[in-house]
């Protein structure tokens, strides 16, 4: 694949052209020119274009989570290598997908988050889950991790994650419960190592909630995102759109994401990547995951 199918800046200078004044403003402040000299395979979880990658036309709906086992997707849990599917955290039982934390390897929680990233990445789809939350937070979880999950997308590979490293860089839809009293909104958008553009205005705020209703309890909760490529970001719940996003791009300022930038030529874009859904502590369980392609217009 060459350089100019990932959309790269020749030379290893920032592609602006098409981004919005603030975007580009805050990129030509922070971020630094460099040479395009990292291994192509880092890449994969940032390029622009994934043209090889991307389905062609708005297709079926593919189900990332076949019921089964865990075949297509990749852990990667603090402290731990990307493989290591440490205290067996994610699991298959009973047709569901589970985030779960047995007490033998999470006798207190010691900020272990982890991803389970799915195979390929993508550009322009539609994802929609089905999730719950059960059961008590593990010992040490943060609090404003209970009954909190996410799903992690237009994030970098599993592959260029450090070793230590929290959160990968993404854009994160935040899947949320309820304490069963208090309203608390789900599918918010926050933003590990990157920002956005709300009403045309590039926000530096890490988190901004959606309009969402609260769902209390152990009840299964359907949330629907659509992608495109750079241009927005959508979700859905119940027909009604709670949140919209454009123009999403990586921090120059944060170390890691000016990494990544350095690593694709200078590019801070984001128009695709990876998914990948958390564990942060609270038990949770998904019996759906699954995708339809869109055509790239």
Not at 169 to 198: F, W, Y
Request: with cysteine; hydrophobic share 35%; proline share 6%.
């Amino acid at each position: 694949m060459r350089f100019t199918e990932l959309g790269l800046a020749s030379g290893g200078s920032l592609n602006l052209e098409g981004l919005p004044d603030s975007i580009t403003l805050m990129i030509t402040k922070n971020a630094k020119r460099c040479p395009m000299t990292l291994l192509l395979g880092l890449l994969l979880g940032l390029q622009p274009g994934l043209r090889a990658q991307q389905d062609p036309g708005e297709g079926k709906w593919i189900a990332l989570f076949n019921g089964q086992n865990l075949d297509g997707w990749i852990p990667k849990i603090r402290y731990h290598p990307i493989g290591e599917n440490f205290g067996n955290t994610f699991r298959v039982e009973d047709g569901l997908l589970k985030v779960g934390y047995d007490p033998q390897a999470y006798p207190e929680f010691k900020e272990t988050f982890g991803h389970l990233f799915f195979e390929k990445p993508y550009t322009h789809y539609r994802l929609r889950a089905e999730y719950r939350f059960v059961g008590d937070q593990v010992k040490g979880g943060p609090g404003w991790a209970f009954r909190n999950s996410g799903l992690m997308l237009h994030g970098e590979s599993p592959e260029t994650m450090e070793v230590d490293q929290d959160f990968p860089a993404s854009i994160e839809v935040q899947l949320l419960g309820g304490d069963g009293e208090n309203k608390r909104s789900t599918g918010n958008i926050c933003t590990p190592g990157t920002h956005m553009v709300i009403e045309g205005k590039l926000t530096k705020q890490h988190c901004v909630n959606s309009s969402s209703e609260t769902y209390h309890g152990d009840q299964w909760v359907q949330i629907e995102v659509e992608v495109r490529g750079h241009e927005s970001l959508k979700c859905v719940m119940e027909g009604v759109t709670i949140f919209t996003l454009t123009h999403p791009v990586l921090d120059p300022s944060d170390p890691h994401s000016s990494k990544l930038i350095d690593a694709n030529g200078g590019e801070a874009r984001l128009s695709g990547g990876s998914i990948s859904i958390q564990s942060e502590s609270h038990p949770v369980e998904f019996r759906r995951i699954e995708l339809q392609p869109l055509s790239v217009e």
